[in-house]
């Protein structure tokens, strides 16, 4: 089974402040009419085009009272994806997406062809992300978004997951600007008590950058035929000021500061610098050599402060560093 896709010197010199933007209707999923969450999706309805229009429809989310904030949260579990007449069926992953869909109209054989292409290669278990953003008539089914006039430092939610042994959720960003990508990203997550709510949160590489829409989808699987359930709540796009710090001694950047995800070091040359990420007693916790960009995975520390060191032609600099 293809499993998927991942105190040294005390010195404030840079930290920027977080501004939650609470922009997508009904984030916190209070709303409901007919059964589902007014402004999202939770399923997939529409037309699949052969001789005749065949009519398709699967919801994978209901509302629970099972909440982090409020009353109510999206609980999302796989359902079966059955084509009529020509007598396919296929479990997939519980689907949340921003924005209301219209529906769809695909050719069967561009159906198939997803279908075919997904259990080549996961051997008929998993996702992979990277066939999912190449896939041009499957980004048609996920198309919705939700208008934002620049790209946010991250996208965040509270989940509580009960996975089945070994399985993860995912969750997916995409800025556009006139329908184009500009900005991607993606997370795959597991959490520790399948009892208690936790945020998590993906990183966008150009914060502030200018797009016209977000598409937000997360997946409650990345495995075909999955038992597990996902509750999904509050889920928001957070700024920083900046999101960039500059450090005086060194020739570059750290982005995006703070982060839920991944930490950019981003030099302005090709000089061999080190970096060691501590916690405020001073513990390092990681460290490594380059001579050019680095990505660090935070994701599984906890929300707080740490510090970034970097020493460079002889030099140290440090930047405080918010994971939330």
């Keep these: 089974m293809k499993k998927l896709l991942t105190s040294v010197v005390v010195s404030l010199l840079f930290l920027c402040t977080v501004q939650a933007q609470n922009n997508i209707l009904n984030s916190d999923f209070e709303l409901w009419s007919y059964g589902k969450p007014v402004g999202w999706t939770v399923g997939l309805h529409g037309n699949i085009t052969s001789f005749v229009n ?25 359902s079966d994806f059955t084509i009529p007449y ?6 997939l992953p519980g689907i949340l997406q921003a924005g209301e869909s219209e529906g769809f109209s695909i050719p069967l054989e561009d159906i198939m062809a997803i279908i075919q292409a997904i259990q080549d290669t996961t051997g008929s278990s998993g996702f992979d992300p990277e066939n999912l953003s190449a896939m041009s008539s499957l980004l048609q089914l996920l198309s919705k978004g939700v208008p934002c006039s620049s790209v946010p430092a991250s996208v965040t939610a509270w989940v509580k997951y009960q996975p089945q042994e070994g399985d993860q959720f995912m969750m997916f960003a995409i800025a556009k600007k006139e329908g184009m990508p500009i900005s991607y990203n993606y997370g795959v ?3 520790e008590d399948p009892n208690a709510y936790q945020k998590i949160g993906i990183d966008f590489d150009t914060p502030n950058a200018e797009c016209d829409s977000i598409m937000i989808v997360i997946l409650s699987s990345s495995q075909l035929n999955s038992s597990s359930v996902l509750y999904v709540d509050d889920i928001s796009l957070e700024y920083s000021g900046v999101g960039i710090s500059e450090l005086d001694n060194f020739d570059g950047k750290i982005y995006p500061n703070p982060t839920s995800g991944q930490l950019r070091i981003q030099p302005d040359n090709e000089n061999a610098y080190e970096w060691i990420l501590t916690d405020l007693s001073g513990r390092a916790l990681l ?10 995975d935070t994701r599984s520390f906890a929300s707080g402060m740490y510090m970034l060191q970097i020493i460079s032609d002889n030099n140290t600099s440090t930047c405080k560093v918010l994971i939330r």
């Design 189 to 191: 997550f597991q959490t």
């Design 54 to 78: 065949i009519p398709v429809e699967v919801n994978f989310g209901t509302q629970s009272n099972d909440a982090h904030g409020g009353n109510s949260s999206v609980m999302l579990a796989s």
């Design 287 to 296: 460290t490594g050599k380059s001579t050019g960009e680095t990505i660090l």
């Design 86 to 91: 020509v007598g396919y069926s296929l479990n």
